[in-house]
């Protein structure tokens, strides 16, 4: 069942200091998608990238960053954690034309 | 860009009861219509989908339905169980994302 790996699955920072949050996929999907999930609310996506084209949603704080540096592996960087960037990050990858496969998530907690 | 809404937020049922929870969405051109099942701190796993070109699909206890006119869609599970207690996302898709609706809690009392 590991097709999309999270890494690592618990993260805690402390505010303001960077951190990075990994995801690999065995699928060889061309898109990779990264979601923050907050409690009792829907993943809202952050951004994509199909094959090497970035995509960020209008709304995704320029503290988020993203490297896709091969089909396999792409990245989270919170470049300056806040308390309010605590939540799950989800990690999916898709064909783009139907479903998503999810990742498990990386619960980060900022101190 | 793509809107869905999701009725209701919370729905509560007897076991053996079916529950049904609905969605519409805005953009005409969405044309794939997820269902996601996620438990307390696990991630999000389809469980059904349906295409546009199709107006109802059944997988065992739960089904979908689609009314591309009236842009809505909705899930039914019928005999409900204990372990279907979880929260339920519908998505709609538009350029390669998904557009969640904002969930709803499901609870199966034994």
């Known amino acids: 069942d590991a097709m999309v790996i999270q890494n690592p699955r618990y993260q805690v920072t402390q505010f303001g200091k960077p951190v990075t949050l990994s995801c690999s996929q065995t699928?060889?999907?061309?898109?990779m998608y990264w979601y923050q999930q907050k409690s009792s609310q829907a993943p809202k996506l952050l951004f994509h990238y199909y094959d090497k084209d970035f995509n960020n949603e209008a709304d995704t704080p320029d503290n988020f960053q993203s490297r896709r540096p091969n089909t396999s592996f792409c990245f989270l960087d919170i470049r300056s954690p806040g308390l309010g960037d605590a939540a799950m990050y989800l990690c999916?990858?898709?064909?783009?034309?139907?479903?998503?496969?999810f990742g498990p998530g990386t619960r980060l907690t900022v101190t | 860009g793509e809107n869905v809404e999701q009725h209701p937020s919370t729905l509560s049922v007897q076991e053996g009861d079916s529950a049904v929870i609905k969605c519409t969405y805005s953009d005409s051109a969405s044309n794939y219509f997820p269902w996601y099942k996620q438990e307390l701190g696990k991630r999000p796993q389809l469980i059904i989908d349906?295409?546009?070109?199709?107006g109802e699909k059944k997988d065992q206890r739960i089904a979908v339905t689609l009314n591309k006119t009236a842009k809505h869609f909705s899930l039914h599970i019928t005999e409900t169980q204990p372990e279907d207690s979880a929260v339920y996302f519908c998505a709609g898709t538009g350029n390669y994302k998904l557009t969640f609706g904002k969930g709803t809690l499901l609870t199966v009392n034994p």
């Open positions: 699928l060889n999907h061309n898109v």
């Open positions: 999916a990858t898709g064909t783009g034309e139907r479903e998503q496969y």
């Open positions: 349906i295409r546009s070109n199709v």
